[in-house]
């Protein structure tokens, strides 16, 4: 725990692995009640750090509030055993339902991610080394709570006062479609969860064709320039940085890459191509050369391709359908 202003603390909650990176925390202590931002891992590490952060400040259970940021097992984990200890759960109520199943990094169970796989045209032989990597003890979620506990649904527009600061509620959509934040603007801080960092850019969880996440991460990053480019931004891993316009420049500066590598591919195809043939060629491997380090790596690949393969189609360059369970992209030609 560590004091970083007047009530808020920042507590770190890492998984059980140095191999993934430890998830931020804040929590703001107010009276009668006070406010924890995100949830943290779903492990025993993480349950007792939080549990003696809350003895030392004394606060009960049941006079926290838990705003959830959005529906990943890093910043998600720990909703359901808080609720069980008398915490009320604050987030977006659609974004209870957006649970990733078919993302490899959040490891569902093999029968919901072998289809999704085939679909995007990977062969079975590849599946199998996709998931023989990819379920590896490290990186095993499936004791996470998705649902079942009680939240109640907040909006963009609300405010939540705690420990002397008023917060607003912001949508973030992008990261997932209906991913919140908080502003404070009397302090000018923007906590911005998993949409923008000044060390790297953050994955869009893309699950299936049509979610249009990089339009709406795009449109959220342009809010973040217009109205918060000089706030103290406070995210959701990492260490909080000033201005906002640096980093927006750079992820936007990525996804342009992308964008543009994986349209090239499509435009030089003479056929359509599945979301495999299109990663193949946009970054020249093959699923089967995957090792563990490149876990994350390829979840990148797989769910921001197919954000921008979203984002080609909205623009209409390209043309996307589905035929016998496969489906594939095509560049629109007059």
């Keep these: 725990m560590k004091n970083v202003a007047e009530n808020i603390y920042r507590i770190k909650s890492s998984w059980d692995s140095p191999k993934i990176r430890a998830s931020n925390l804040y929590l703001i202590h107010g009276q009668p009640r006070s406010l924890l931002v995100d949830a943290g891992f779903c492990n025993r590490a993480s349950r007792e750090h939080v549990t003696r952060v809350l003895h030392h400040l004394r606060i009960p259970w049941e006079n926290l509030d838990v705003f959830v940021t959005h529906n990943h097992p890093d910043h998600a984990g720990l909703a359901k055993w808080l609720s069980e200890q008398g915490a009320q759960i604050l987030m977006k109520q659609e974004e209870t339902q957006s649970c990733p199943i078919g993302n490899l990094y959040y490891a569902k169970p093999h029968e919901q991610v072998s289809p999704l796989l085939l679909s995007y045209g990977f062969s079975p032989k590849h599946i199998q080394s996709l998931i023989q990597r990819t379920f590896l003890p490290d990186y095993q979620y499936q004791d996470y709570p998705w649902t079942g506990y009680p939240v109640t649904d907040v909006q963009e527009g609300e405010h939540l006062a705690y420990g002397g600061y008023d917060f607003e509620v912001i949508s973030l959509a992008g990261h997932t479609q209906h991913q919140m934040g908080l502003v404070e603007r009397s302090h000018k801080w923007l906590f911005s969860s998993d949409t923008l960092s000044k060390r790297q850019v953050l994955i869009l969880a893309s699950l299936r064709p049509g979610a249009e996440l990089l339009h709406l991460h795009l449109q959220t990053l342009d809010r973040f320039v ?109």
């Excluded at 927006?248 to 030089?268: E, I, P, S």
Aim: glycine fraction near 4%; charge should be positive; aromatic fraction near 16%.
């Design 226 to 334: 217009q109205e918060f480019s000089d706030y103290w931004v406070v995210p959701g891993h990492y260490n909080p940085f000033y201005g906002t316009k640096k980093a927006v420049q750079n992820t936007k500066r990525y996804f342009v890459h992308m964008l543009q590598k994986v349209a090239d591919v499509l435009a030089n195809s003479d056929r359509a191509l599945t979301l495999a043939q299109v990663i193949q060629q946009a970054f020249r491997y093959e699923p089967q050369a995957f090792v563990q380090e490149e876990l994350l790596k390829t979840h990148f690949r797989l769910a921001n391709t197919l954000s921008c393969l979203d984002e080609l189609v909205r623009r209409g360059v390209v043309q996307v359908w589905q035929s016998d369970g496969m489906w594939y992209w095509w560049v629109r030609r007059e």
